[in-house]
């Protein structure tokens, strides 16, 4: 059990100085810039250390980790308030979107929302249906992730990262979802194939996000993927 929790520590470290490595090469030098990657720090080490609190102190009293999602949803959205200024124009916990690229997001979204559902019926594993399990995938899941991934850490090293980078067009978002996808997995259970689809995934609604300036389209996005590949690996059974 020890070793186990130490590769997950371990693991988080490695994703944490990646973030940091590859935020500080594509990043606008000055000191604000500086500041914004100590938060960036600051709110990865807290959102994980909210995560396996429960576990720590043996309070996960449910079948699903309902306590540590709920922890993580209050820490991201305590560490969005208090760090709010540092955002500059990269903040996207707002509803109102850029109308002018709204058509072409919502595109992008719906061949998304198939591409994942087809993944769903190819590899998903057949399981019996599950009402808690619904609810909990496609709203706790989605406002955890949504919010870390999207509105914090996608909204802060957006806010510090050059828009391009060499050949590489908005690299804040290209890390963000690389991040979201090695986030899927760990030490012990690395699908590559998984965790593939995940970057990609993280990629998409991360351009999503900042084209539309808001991340209601992604927790759209998000819950419809979550909920209707559950349904599909039912159906399946």
Not at 112 to 138: D, H, V
Not at 177 to 195: C, K, P, V
Not at 225 to 237: E, M, P, Q, R, Y
């Amino acid at each position: 059990m020890l070793s186990f929790f130490a590769g997950i520590v371990l693991y988080q470290v490695m994703l944490l100085v990646l973030i940091l490595i590859f935020a500080f090469v594509c990043m606008k030098k000055s000191k604000e810039n500086y500041y914004r990657l100590g938060i960036i720090a600051i709110c990865f080490v807290f959102y994980f250390l909210m995560r396996i609190l429960p576990n720590i102190i043996g309070v996960q009293n449910f079948e699903l980790p309902w306590e540590s999602r709920l922890l993580s949803i209050i820490s991201g959205l305590l560490c969005f308030f208090l760090f709010k200024k540092h955002f500059s124009g990269s903040n996207y916990f707002k509803i109102k979107q850029e109308k002018d690229n709204l058509r072409a997001t919502i595109i992008v979204s719906v061949i998304t929302i198939i591409g994942y559902l087809i993944i769903f019926y190819l590899r998903g594993s057949p399981q019996t249906f599950n009402k808690e399990l619904l609810i909990f995938i496609s709203v706790v899941a989605v406002i955890d992730e949504e919010i870390f991934f999207r509105v914090i850490l996608l909204g802060l090293l957006m806010s510090c990262m050059e828009e391009k980078k060499l050949f590489i067009k908005y690299p804040a978002v290209v890390l963000c979802g690389i991040i979201f996808g090695l986030w899927h997995g760990n030490f012990f259970n690395f699908d590559i194939i998984h965790i593939i689809t995940n970057c990609f995934y993280g990629y998409i609604v991360g351009w999503v996000t900042i084209k539309n300036k808001s991340v209601i389209v992604p927790i759209i996005v998000h819950t419809l993927i979550n909920s209707l590949g559950f349904l599909i690996t039912v159906i399946k059974t």
